[in-house]
Every structure is written in structure tokens, then in C-alpha cells.
């Protein structure tokens, strides 16, 4: 038997006995959080406008109303048509030439440490980017990087960690393609190493809420990365 087909399965979640409502009062949510959600609820429906279209025979009161979408990220509906686009525009922008792609993570002793610290997560990029950019400007070469910041793993944990990728060359002065390649091992080294030294340097600004206090020992801090 077919299965009736369930438009947005994400939002009727989200509204199943009040579910977002409950959890409206019992977690503290940041104002993104609320924001993408409220969005999200309120796609395809007339809280967020709409459109009214009428018969043009006379004597005849049929109408249809098509309501506007939420157009957010965050929107299982919406989200998916902007990423197709980006995808789309993306690609057309690359260079057509071989690339090579590396992911960066770090212990999960620190990862909660990075959640209560956003402000760090912006460093986490140059620090990936880091070796690759120093073995390009020794050859005289520029590169290409791109990378995406990830918070959450596949079971939608917090999960700081770095996806990053780097065309397998550079452009000299002379405007000439070289070839380039790195040790994978070795980047995600320097990852490692650059990230320990930076938290070392603002240790003390860091902040550590109660349940956390306990990594105030850098050896239990995760430093010694593996």
C-alpha cells in the first residue's frame, strides 16, 4: 500500500503535542535557534504573506491563495533549493582541476569547550588552512581553498570539526599551472599543533561553565592530540 506522501515531516514534528512549544520552555535556546524554527513553522502558511488569486468570471467566489515561503537555510524545504543554487553557482566558479579534500577534527573533550566558546570557531579555518598556504608561498604558487565549518556529526551531536578543500596546484607569477600535492597526515598535524598553541595563548579568557571546570588541567584538556 502506498504511504500518503508527508510534505514537511520536519514541521509536523516540530508541532506534534506541542513539541516545540515544550521545548520552548524547558531549554535555553539562542535567538538563532528560535529564529530558524519559528521561520521554518511558519513557511507555506499565511503568517508568512501570501498571494490571493480569483476567479475572472463573474458571479464566481472561487479563490486559491498561494502563501510565500520562509526562504531560510534552515528550512528542510527552502534549505534544499538555496544549497542546489549555491552547489550550482559554486561549481561554475572552480577552477577545472584536480582537488584533493581533507577533514579536520579535534578530541572530543574539546568539543563542548567550542560550544560554549563560539567565538573561537572562526579561527578553526586559518588554522586548517594554515600548512597549505605556507607550502604554496614557498614554491610561489597561489592555491585555491574552500572549507565549511561543521558543529554537529551524523548523530547530530556537537561535533566541532573542519571539511576543507585545495586545488592539487597553484599559479606562479608567471601565470603558469604547477602541480602540488600534500601529506594529509602532516596537514592535519600542523591542524592539531596550531590549535593547541591558540588555546594555550587565551586559556585564561576562555570560559569554562560548572560541568566544565574539570579541564581547567591541560593534559585533560585534550592537548596531547593522538
Not at 117 to 138: I, S, T, V
Request: aromatic letters at 12%; a positive charge; hydrophobic letters at 35%.
Amino acid at each position: 500500500m502506498k504511504k500518503d506522501f508527508q510534505p514537511r515531516p520536519l514541521k509536523s514534528l516540530f508541532e506534534r503535542n506541542n513539541a516545540w512549544a515544550e521545548i520552548m520552555q524547558t531549554t535555553k535556546l539562542r535567538e538563532i535557534e528560535i529564529e530558524v524554527v519559528t521561520k521554518m513553522l511558519a513557511c507555506g502558511t499565511t503568517m508568512m504573506g501570501f498571494r490571493e488569486y480569483c476567479c475572472e468570471k463573474e458571479n464566481c467566489d472561487h479563490q486559491k491563495l498561494v502563501c510565500f515561503t520562509c526562504k531560510g537555510r534552515g528550512c528542510p524545504s527552502c534549505g534544499t533549493k538555496l544549497t542546489d543554487n549555491w552547489i550550482h553557482t559554486s561549481v561554475d566558479r572552480l577552477p577545472n582541476v584536480k582537488w584533493q579534500h581533507g577533514t579536520f577534527t579535534m578530541p572530543d573533550s574539546l568539543w563542548e569547550l567550542f560550544e560554549v566558546n563560539r567565538g573561537l570557531l572562526g579561527k578553526l579555518f586559518p588554522f586548517a588552512a594554515d600548512n597549505l598556504l605556507y607550502a604554496a608561498e614557498k614554491r610561489g604558487l597561489t592555491m585555491g581553498i574552500f572549507g565549511a565549518l561543521h558543529t554537529y556529526g551524523r548523530k547530530l551531536n556537537w561535533n566541532t570539526h573542519i571539511h576543507l578543500s585545495w586545488t592539487m596546484g597553484g599559479i606562479n607569477q608567471h601565470e603558469q599551472w604547477k602541480s602540488m600535492q600534500f601529506d594529509l597526515s602532516k596537514v592535519r598535524e600542523r591542524w592539531m599543533w596550531n590549535v593547541r598553541q591558540y588555546l594555550l595563548s587565551v586559556w585564561g579568557k576562555i570560559h569554562l561553565p560548572e560541568h566544565l571546570q574539570h579541564i581547567r588541567d591541560y593534559d585533560r584538556a585534550g592537548f596531547h592530540f593522538a
